[in-house]
Structures are given as C-alpha cells and as structure tokens.
C-alpha cells in the first residue's frame, strides 16, 4: 500500500511538471490559495464488481466499492472536489441485463456523483428504458447537443450546471458523439444531433462571458482520437478548435492517459484533455490551484483502482 501511494504521488508529481504550463507557471509560484479537486470516470459499463483473479489482464483492479473508499479519502483530503462521469455507464456485465441501469445509477448516487453526460450504449435500452432509470440517478445529466424536444427525456436533461466550490464558480457541460450509425435510431428515436464545435462555443460563451465562470469543464464522449479519421470530431479537435474549455473530460475511446494531455485552442492557450480508460479500473484527478488573482495552474494524474 505505501508503495502504490509513493508510486501515485510520484506520477502526480510528474503530470505538474508537464502541466505547469498550464497556469502558465507551477501553483506555487502563483501562492495558491484555493484547490478544486475533479475526479473522473468514463465507460464504466456496468462494471460494479472488481475483475477476478483467473488471468485477466485486469485481475483484481475496479470494482464500485474500492472506488467509493478512493474518492471518500480524497474528499476528506479537499472538500472541494467534484465528481464525474463521462457516459457509457450501461452495457457490459449481467447487472445491465438483469437490472436496467438501476443498480448503475444508484451506486453512482451512494457515491455521490456531481454530474454524468450520455454515452451511446446509454441507449441500449431506448431511450425510454433511459427515461425509466431516472428516479434512480441522485445527479444531473449534463448534454448540450442531444435535442430531446421531442421525445420522453426532454427537460430532463441540461445543457450545463454551475457549481461553486470554495468560492471558484464551475461551469460544465456536455457533448455526446452522433448516435446514428452507433445506435438503432429505434433506440434513440427523435433525438436530433446538434455539432459539436459550434454547441461548445455557444457553450463557453455563455459561461465565461455570460455566467462569468473561473474554470470551465467539458463532459465529452466524443472519443480521445481517431487515427484513421483524423479530422473526425474528438475531443483532441475539440480543444484545438473551440475557446475557453480549460479541462474537457473524455469516453467513448476506452483511452488510458496517465496524465492528461495539454493542446492549444484557437487562442494559443492550453486546454487539458483527460480520459481513464474503461471498466471503473482507473479514477481520474486532476486538481486545479487558484491564486489571489484567480489565475490558474494544474495537475493531473490516473489513479489505478
């Protein structure tokens, strides 16, 4: 134990050298005063128990309650901390067949998630087995470019939410990646897909000039890269080509980043891309400093469960 801590505190240590960038400066050389601390998951996929012993290559990693004990010694260490997924919670393990997403969501409630975008298998169960598991989700669902006007999840979703953390307002919100082609448009019926790009910036302008927001968040599941369709839409495009998103949390990919990736947006300045693999194995942090001016600076890292 003390030497998986050492070994976390050390990649830790690394990601703020390589991040220091960020602020542009370290935090300390910014006199931090203020710490908000965001904690991540993505395309957990119905993976409540921890991977057995029996050679897999995940054996004894995961599992909902280890993960529960992780971000509890973590809040109890920042109290400012945030707490989210990155969609693609269903599908994948008997607890999805058996239960519909109930169990998913009321886990994820215990453990006291701040807020969740959709990944497409959401969908597995249509939209209206979506609808159905609701009650049980105790957190918003966050998707800024799913019209859902005209089907049975309208109102229940919001484009963002504002949180306030030691006085550092949060703006988040949402992407989702086209679900046609993905999914059986039974499944998602009229849900109308918006684009990315320009959801985002109307997105960050509300927030940053509207909202005056100090730290801007992305929840995407637009996937990391594709390396056969680069100029597809991904989250690595997505900070390249929007402005304001100082953090944009990724799905979809399954892509393990041991500490986030830095890109220039369209103003020259660094967004961090951030994304933990699949299966609940890894918890994602990354921890934002704040000095007397507000100006910011970062550090990030993967933490196996």
Same mark, same amino acid.
């Given at each position: ?25 370290? @935090? ?8 908000? %601390? /965001?904690? +991540? !998951? ?5 993976? $409540? ?91 918003? @669902? ?8 005209? %089907? /049975?999840? +309208? !109102? ?5 939410? $504002? ?143």
């Amino acid at each position: 134990m003390k030497r998986r801590y050492f070994l976390q505190k050390a990649t830790a240590a690394t990601a703020l050298t390589a991040i220091g960038g960020f602020g542009i400066q370290s @935090f300390s050389s910014l006199g931090a005063q203020k710490q908000i %601390t /965001i904690l +991540h !998951t993505n395309d957990v996929h119905s993976h $409540i128990d921890a991977f057995n012993s029996s050679g897999n290559k995940n054996a004894k990693q995961g599992g909902v309650a280890r993960r529960a004990s992780l971000i509890d010694s973590i809040r109890k260490e920042n109290p400012n901390t945030l707490l989210l997924d990155a969609g693609d919670i269903f599908q994948g393990t008997p607890y999805f067949n058996y239960y519909g997403g109930e169990l998913e969501f009321k886990l994820m409630s215990m453990l006291k998630y701040d807020a969740a975008t959709l990944g497409n298998h959401d969908f597995d169960n249509g939209i209206d087995g979506l609808y159905d598991q609701l009650p049980h989700a105790e957190f918003e @669902f966050i998707i800024a470019n799913y019209d859902f006007s005209n %089907t /049975i999840m +309208h !109102t229940h979703t919001k484009p963002y939410k $504002i949180f306030f953390k030691n006085d550092i307002k949060i703006g988040v919100f949402g992407l989702g990646i086209k679900l046609d082609g993905l999914v059986n448009h039974e499944l998602f019926k009229e849900t109308k897909y918006l684009d990315p790009i320009e959801t985002a910036q109307e997105m960050t302008r509300i927030l940053k000039h509207e909202q005056d927001c100090d730290l801007i968040i992305c929840l995407s599941h637009l996937g990391y890269y594709y390396k056969n369709t680069p100029d597809k839409i991904c989250d690595l495009n997505l900070a390249k080509g929007t402005n304001n998103i100082d953090l944009i949390i990724g799905g979809h990919t399954h892509t393990f980043l041991p500490k986030p990736t830095i890109v220039k947006n369209v103003d020259d300045k660094h967004v961090l891309v951030n994304q933990v693999g699949c299966y609940g194995i890894n918890l994602g942090r990354i921890d934002f400093y704040f000095d007397k001016e507000n100006e910011k600076s970062a550090e990030g890292t993967s933490i196996l469960i």
